[in-house]
């Protein structure tokens, strides 16, 4: 018989047994009890670490989002390093879209959150890899910094958030590169 996990290799059990049943049932059907189960514990163990659903929810949730880093490293080109950014955003979004729209639902309701918390809670303590290319963007001389105003410097993220939520689904490469060639660059190159 194996020995009893502890520490990291319980947590990870735990969080992926979470995530499991989140993409298998919704937060709507996750329970305490069945995590613990698929996860070959019991309640307390969990109760231990998460004070309910929501948290370990969350938990699990950052714990895919922490599988699937968006750094890019320095190309020495903004357009590819725009571009690079959106094809590991599109990775990641395939299993988190549904989950999110499902948990937003009941999470909301128990919690009395706000999305704006909702979403501090799931990014705290991740690097914000946008935020560093359009710096870079500036020190190459690509980027005129004045037109870096926060409708502009968030608007590749605000429309690949929606697109993500309006279709659970990444959106397609013709269209990353619309946005980045049609919309984005345009509003921020130096002339």
Do not use: C
Request: proline share 7%.
């Amino acid at each position: 018989m194996k020995g009893r996990r502890r520490g990291a290799d319980l947590e990870e059990a735990l969080l992926d047994a979470a995530w499991l049943e989140l993409t298998e049932r919704g937060y709507a059907g996750l329970t305490m009890e069945a995590v613990a189960t698929r996860a070959g514990t019991s309640r307390p163990v969990l109760a231990r670490r998460w004070d309910g659903k929501a948290d370990l929810a969350i938990a699990a949730i950052r714990r895919q989002i922490a599988k699937h880093p968006l750094e890019v490293p320095d190309r020495g080109d903004l357009r590819t390093e725009l571009l690079e950014l959106l094809e590991h955003a599109s990775n990641r979004v395939r299993g988190i879209a549904a989950v999110f729209t499902l948990f937003f639902s009941e999470y909301f309701h128990e919690t009395s959150s706000t999305p704006q918390s909702l979403r501090t809670a799931l990014l705290a303590g991740n690097p914000q890899p946008l935020a560093a290319i359009l710096e870079r963007g500036v020190k190459r001389g690509e980027i005129a910094p004045e037109k870096l105003v926060p409708p502009v410097s968030t608007l590749l993220s605000d429309l690949f958030r929606h697109h993500a939520i309006m279709t659970f689904a990444p959106p397609p490469p013709e269209l990353r590169v619309a946005w980045v060639d049609s919309i984005f660059l345009p509003l921020v190159r130096a002339d």
